[in-house]
């Protein structure tokens, strides 16, 4: 059974255009993978098998396409071979169908290498709006994120999230601990994307002085305005109420005059008959 | 003999009947006028092709809402960079990606109406409806939707049809366009040339605002105000003009 599955996800994983041209089955999940663990070049296995090599921190994969299901992850040094030391191992890692994934490698609040797996919020944002999610991915203690220096997600901690939806621009951010005015990361100019959810990534360690921010953007869940409200005078219908008046008296005039001109002709030449 | 005593059917009906058809001739003289002054005065509007064909009504073929519109994407799927052979998933930095995005529109121009206006960029009002330069002077674009050059997706230009205290906006004759007529785009230094594929009239209650304001599908052009009936207590019109264009090479 393992092996089958196995099979079909590098199938899915590394298959030509051809074959991905295909509809995706329904149960597919969207899976990307964020290295945020500092310092260390990585190669990365799915169940035994090679998914990525020469994996730098700092670095995203694109969305992959995997059946649900669950899976073996294991990071080891670049080059360590399949059956090299794991810098980090997850087993049984739950893929759930249809969800939006990012697996990040990361260190636990006390400085350990970590995957954990995020399911990213995918659903549709309002006209006019951006959603943004904070991920506390560092070895630091809990965190305040200040949005244009006001705290808009607090006393967040190793390894959680917090997510708003917000209207479209850009805001500077910075990350400072819980409660405090210190200053940890930033601030850095983030273009929140009408439609799109940015995920913000606090990651690195704040004892060897490396914290940093990393940023995932996910599109396409914009909506359309509620409507075009284009008039508000009303002239333009009072002047084509005004002209349509104006128009059946023109036309019941027309037909009131050469009806009555056919009917007086024709008189007249019955009585000259 | 025949001939004196018979004047023939056909003059003799004619003269026994000579007082009705007098009325039958006046009545369809009558008609002929009045059908002949309303077709001289018709409203352009009945020229419109019904709106089920503007491909912006509820019923229209799911261009936008179904589920490929919808399907959070970011990046290229898996493999589809590497044609054929096994490839990993394209890795990138983690930072934000600065894309060169083309200038905003500035200037509608539609030479045969007369029709010269400012392009003002805006977004989502308070009610979530698309917010509108309050003079109907201007035209606003929706920001958040292609630019004119975008390589997909449906540029959206909006002005007001009329106002209190301004009267009847400029963009009001659009109604008056036939296909193949050329609406011109501004956008800085380039000037984007667009034809009429089609001029509707929806209702705003069937309008399908997913397909109106489209990011996805070819590249298009759509000027939209307001039409149809006045609701003086609400001061909304009940319906939209939809003018529909695509790129001219």
């Given amino acids: ?273 | 003999m025949n001939r004196t005593v018979d004047p023939g059917p056909g003059r003799s009906r004619a003269r026994a009947s000579s007082p009705s058809r007098g009325v039958a001739a006046a009545l369809a003289a009558a008609l002929l006028a009045g059908v002949g002054v309303a077709w001289l005065t018709r409203d352009s509007d009945a020229a419109l092709p019904p709106a089920s064909e503007s491909g912006v009504t509820r019923s229209a073929a799911p261009t936008a809402g179904d589920a490929a519109t919808h399907a959070p994407q970011s990046g290229s799927p898996a493999g589809t960079d590497g044609s054929a052979g096994p490839t990993p998933p394209g890795v990138r930095p983690a930072t934000q990606q600065v894309g060169a995005t083309a200038a905003a529109p500035d200037r509608l121009t539609i030479r045969r109406l007369g029709i010269d206006m400012r392009v003002v960029p805006v977004g989502v009002a308070r009610d979530g409806e698309m917010a509108l330069p309050e003079t109907p002077a201007q035209v606003g674009w929706y920001r958040y939707g292609p630019r004119p050059g975008d390589d997909a997706g449906s540029t959206v230009l909006a002005a007001h049809l009329d106002m209190p205290g301004y009267g009847i906006g400029p963009i009001a004759a659009v109604g008056e366009l036939r296909t193949g007529d050329v609406i011109t785009v501004r956008s800085g230094d380039v000037s984007r040339r667009y034809a009429v594929t089609s001029v509707t009239q929806v209702r705003k209650t069937t309008l399908d605002l997913a397909a109106l304001f489209a990011r996805d599908g070819p590249p298009l052009l759509h000027v939209v105000t307001c039409g149809g009936d006045f609701d003086r207590e609400q001061r909304r019109y009940d319906a939209n003009v939809l003018v529909s264009a695509e790129p001219l090479r």
């Fill in chain 1, 1 to 273: 059974m393992k092996s089958l599955r196995i099979a079909a996800a590098t199938t899915l994983a590394l298959a030509p255009a051809a074959f991905l041209a295909a509809p995706a089955h329904a149960a597919d999940a969207t899976v990307s993978i964020l290295h945020a663990v500092p310092g260390a070049t990585v190669d990365v296995y799915a169940n035994g098998k090679p998914l990525l090599t020469d994996f730098k921190p700092g670095t995203l994969t694109d969305p992959l396409m995997l059946p649900e299901g669950t899976y073996d992850l294991k990071v080891t040094q670049a080059g360590a071979g399949a059956g090299g030391a794991a810098v980090i191992e997850a087993n049984d890692l739950k893929v759930p169908g249809g969800a939006n994934v990012t697996v990040v490698a990361h260190l636990s609040e006390a400085g350990k290498p970590v995957l954990t797996p995020f399911v990213n919020d995918t659903s549709t944002i309002d006209a006019g709006k951006a959603r943004i999610t904070v991920r506390h991915t560092a070895a630091a203690p809990a965190v305040d994120v200040r949005a244009n220096g006001t705290a808009a997600f607090k006393n967040l901690t190793n390894p959680n999230e917090a997510k708003a939806d917000l209207p479209a621009g850009t805001i500077s951010a910075d990350v400072v601990l819980a409660g405090t005015d210190t200053v940890a990361i930033g601030p850095a100019d983030l273009d929140l994307k009408e439609g799109t959810n940015t995920i913000v990534y606090a990651w690195g360690s704040a004892a060897d002085k490396n914290l940093k921010l990393a940023v995932q953007t996910l599109s396409g869940m914009h909506s359309a305005p509620g409507g075009v409200p284009a008039g508000a005078g009303g002239q333009a219908a009072a002047a084509r109420e005004t002209s349509e008046v104006a128009r059946y008296a023109a036309v019941i005039g027309a037909a009131a005059a050469a009806g009555g001109l056919v009917l007086v002709s024709r008189r007249r030449a019955v009585r000259a008959r």
